[in-house]
């Protein structure tokens, strides 16, 4: 499959096909001429040091900050969309700190980010019951029994899971999440994993993420951003047998095992001296 020129018979029905994408902050680049096709059904993650230009990708797609080229998603370009009509479009993202109304319950969260495709008048309707499909994102991000609390009462990795709610019943199809990992425990990560993949067969799932054991397990393609470009994209195990990646991303990991091999070595000649 050529991923340069995607035909239809390539893809799913939906992908989001970037070009030439550049952020430019009065003559500083964020992000810098990215191309990137981004496939459903498949989890899709970005990683970078810091300063990479991630974030700023995601906002550009979201319609957050200006940018040239293209993001072509169906008959969109969503560069030319205001941020409301690129929800409108399916594309929801989630941000680096969690954004949940935190005196509303779980399910007066999910309501409202519900309605985005309701009319005013329907929202202005008094509503009876729980709508099938915020019972059915309840139960897909596991907050049935929580539905009535308050989210500010919600654990960190609950909140996460709220946010990612809100985009089920805003039925983004396209996801795009800022770390949604940061700050989770080994346990709500696995959790979260999973998640991704269960709702991730029929989207188009974009995660940010520094941890690199997360990505190692649930990561199908991994593009590596560095100083507003695209260095690299392929599996997990291609992008860390690449050596620009490890210079630029894992440089300090390097480094450090590096530092532990010379120390082993170092060891193993002296226990060799002792010997003698
Ligand atoms: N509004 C802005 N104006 C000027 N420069 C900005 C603006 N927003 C971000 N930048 C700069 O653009 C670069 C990319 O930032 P960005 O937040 O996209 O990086 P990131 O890859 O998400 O990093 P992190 O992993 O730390 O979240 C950084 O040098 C940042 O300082
Ligand atoms: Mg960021």
Redesign the pocket.
């Known amino acids: 499959m050529r991923l340069d020129h995607p035909s239809p018979d390539d893809l799913g029905q939906d992908y989001l096909e970037i070009r030439d994408l550049t952020?430019d902050?009065?003559g500083?680049k964020?992000?810098s001429g990215v191309d990137l096709t981004l496939l459903q059904g498949r989890v899709h993650f970005?990683i970078?040091?810091?300063?990479?230009?991630?974030?700023?990708?995601?906002?550009a797609i979201t319609g957050l900050?200006p940018a040239t080229g293209v993001a072509r998603y169906r008959n969109h370009n969503l560069l030319a969309l205001k941020s409301h009509r690129i929800v409108r479009a399916g594309i929801g993202r989630t941000f680096?700190t969690a954004t949940v109304f935190e005196e509303l319950s779980v399910l007066q969260n999910l309501d409202i980010a519900g309605g985005v495709h309701r009319s005013p008048f329907a929202l202005l309707r008094a509503r009876r019951g729980t709508p099938d499909y915020v019972e059915a994102a309840l139960g897909t991000i596991g907050l049935g029994d929580l539905r009535d609390r308050p989210a500010g009462v919600l654990a960190h990795g609950q909140k996460q899971w709220l946010e990612i709610g809100m985009l089920l019943v805003q039925d983004a199809k396209v996801m795009l999440l800022?770390?949604p990992v940061a700050g989770m425990s080994a346990e709500e990560r696995e959790e979260t994993g999973a998640l991704l993949q269960r709702i991730g067969t029929e989207r188009t799932i974009v995660v940010?993420e520094?941890d690199m054991d997360f990505v190692r397990s649930f990561a199908d393609l991994v593009t590596v951003?560095h100083a507003?470009k695209v260095l690299t994209e392929g599996t997990v195990t291609e992008i860390q047998a690449n050596a620009r990646v490890q210079e630029v991303y894992l440089g300090r990991t390097a480094d450090a095992a590096e530092a532990a091999e010379a120390a082993e070595a170092d060891a193993v000649t002296h226990e060799g001296a002792g010997r003698d």
């Not at 970078?48 to 906002?59: C, M, Q, S, V, W």
């Open positions: 952020v902050f009065d500083f964020a992000v970005l970078g040091p810091n300063g990479a230009g991630k974030t700023t990708l995601i906002d900050v680096q800022d770390e940010v520094h951003m507003g």
